[in-house]
């Protein structure tokens, strides 16, 4: 793998250089498609046919995802999927409800191009929606099989899973997997001065609320991971 260069650009979501589309509005770091197409390849073995939900995401596209959970447009959920009436909180309490499942715009890992949000095709119908509900990750569920292939493999293939258990932050995530030879090198690059010049250069929804407690949200949200590869 070559030199990495971390910019801010890449790190906070504003530029896809670092990007090759792997599918129709699917896009993931250049240097992780052999990776990926190879645990994908080992997965089919088994199978179990990986599919992407979600790839790369920009700062724009964040952005607007966390002004309708702000608005009350977009659902927000609390961790035993109940719906918060997001809409009635202030301050930190709706910062946190709605970054219990949705990052920060300029500090989701998404807009490294190392996250993939992923599920079976195989275990549902063609038609089947996937939520990116835990319920469908546990026994019982159409991606439980899925799940534990991910516990078993995935870090063979250098992916790990950084939101796999609730650690206080972001709510577990096993859809959620990220690629740590790339995704780890970014993390440490990714200082709380580097989010806090991407927000105040770009407004997004609760602005002044951000900036006021960002320092405790990149330590509870931002750098609060599962790190491990399993």
Not at 60 to 70: H, L
Not at 81 to 99: C, M, S, Y
Not at 201 to 222: D, G, K, M, R, S
Request: aromatic share 10%; hydrophobic share 40%; proline share 5%.
């Amino acid at each position: 793998m070559t030199t990495l260069v971390a910019s801010k650009d890449i790190l906070t979501g504003c530029t896809e250089t670092h990007l090759q589309h792997v599918a129709e509005g699917i896009a993931m770091h250049r240097q992780m498609t052999s990776a990926w197409l190879a645990l994908q390849q080992a997965a089919e073995t088994d199978g179990i046919a990986i599919k992407i939900v979600s790839g790369f995401r920009s700062f724009q596209r964040q952005a607007a995802i966390w002004q309708a959970k702000c608005d009350g447009l977009r659902p927000v959920y609390n961790l035993e999927q109940q719906r918060v009436p997001v809409t009635t909180l202030t301050g930190l309490d709706k910062l946190e409800a709605i970054l219990l499942y949705s990052a920060l715009p300029g500090a989701s890992r998404h807009h490294w191009g190392t996250e993939l949000d992923i599920y079976d095709a195989a275990a549902v119908a063609a038609n089947y929606q996937p939520q990116l509900l835990n319920a469908e990750y546990q026994p019982g569920g159409p991606f439980a099989k899925l799940n534990l292939w991910l516990s078993n493999n995935a870090r063979h293939f250098g992916f790990f899973r950084p939101y796999q258990h609730y650690l206080g932050g972001v709510a577990a995530e096993p859809w959620h997997l990220s690629f740590a030879p790339i995704a780890r090198p970014y993390l440490q690059a990714f200082t709380l001065e580097t989010l806090q010049q991407c927000i105040e250069q770009h407004p997004i929804a609760e602005q002044h609320t951000v900036l006021e407690h960002l320092p405790h949200l990149y330590q509870t949200y931002v750098i609060n991971i599962c790190d491990s590869v399993k």
